[in-house]
């Protein structure tokens, strides 16, 4: 069984900076999603297991930056210049299988509990 546990999420201004962590059980191809109330989950970004791939949502590109510590087991979403349509609950994924970048919810099989994050202009 596979264990995902977010951190790092909060309450911020637009054009703040936040970090979120996720903290997994083992090390597999990761990604971030997030789900705005009454919205559908949607992809933010992944990473392959070995971090030479990498890949984001056309509403996050240049602003959120994903990365991680294999040694720790541990992805981490940088946001940057946040908005208001960024607040969402954000939820960290692990896919098993082929290495890979994935960007369909259901391409992963393992969520996190998810996080808040919440942009106030």
């Known amino acids: 069984q596979v264990q995902l546990v977010e951190s790092g999420g909060g309450l911020v201004q637009a054009g703040d900076s936040l970090r979120l962590s996720c903290a997994a059980s083992?090390?597999?191809?990761m990604g971030w999603f997030r789900q705005a109330p009454g919205k559908d989950r949607e992809f933010v970004t992944s990473?392959?297991?070995?971090?030479?791939?990498?890949y984001y949502a056309d509403s996050v590109k240049g602003r959120f930056t994903i990365s991680r510590n294999n040694a720790k087991n541990t992805v981490y979403l940088q946001m940057n210049t946040l908005k208001p349509d960024d607040t969402a609950v954000y939820f960290c994924?692990?896919?098993?299988?082929?290495?890979?970048?994935?960007?369909?919810?259901?391409?992963?099989?393992?969520w996190g509990q998810g996080t808040q994050v919440a942009v106030s202009s």
């Open positions: 083992g090390r597999y191809p």
């Open positions: 994924a692990a896919r098993l299988g082929i290495d890979g970048v994935y960007s369909g919810v259901y391409e992963y099989h393992y």
């Open positions: 990473i392959n297991w070995s971090s030479s791939n990498t």
